[in-house]
């Protein structure tokens, strides 16, 4: 009986260390659990802050870049506008200087017609003046 009790008592120990096992166990995975949920939120708290930082810095870069083609745009069209007053400019000189060119014209034959005049009445009769 003794060695019964023994063996009662060995197995009511044991139980007893399974149990303490069971809950050192549980109290490890809680311990586990909070520090991978700890770490976890540090990851995501460090990562949402990189792309977070990229995020700003890709915004600013895109908010250069539309005011640089604002800028472009504007000067395009003062460009434009400076091709267009150059434009009328030319188309003005250029039929200026078409009515110079037939003033010049008029102006020679008229000069020419004087000349004949004018030869003609130097040379003797008869003699034909060629220009």
């Known amino acids: 009986m003794t060695k019964k009790r023994s063996k009662i008592n ?3 120990e044991l139980k007893l260390d399974m149990r303490k096992i069971s809950n050192d166990m549980e109290e490890m995975g809680g311990i ?3 520090y991978m949920y700890e ?3 540090y ?3 460090t990562e949402f802050n990189i ?3 990229q995020h700003e810095k890709t915004m600013l870069d895109m908010n250069k870049m539309i005011q640089s083609i604002i800028g472009s745009m504007q000067y395009s069209k003062e460009l434009i ?3 267009y007053s150059y434009s009328i400019k030319e188309d003005h000189l250029l039929r200026e200087c078409t009515q110079l ?3 010049v014209r008029i102006l020679l034959n008229e000069n020419r017609r004087l000349l004949v005049e004018q030869a003609g009445h130097k040379c003797p009769v008869g003699r034909k003046v060629v220009l």
């Open 39 to 41: 770490d976890l939120n």
């Open 10 to 12: 060995e197995l009511e």
């Open 51 to 53: 792309i977070k930082s």
């Open 101 to 103: 060119h037939e003033n």
């Open 81 to 83: 506008e400076d091709n």
């Open 32 to 34: 586990l659990n909070l």
């Open 43 to 45: 990851r995501m708290n």
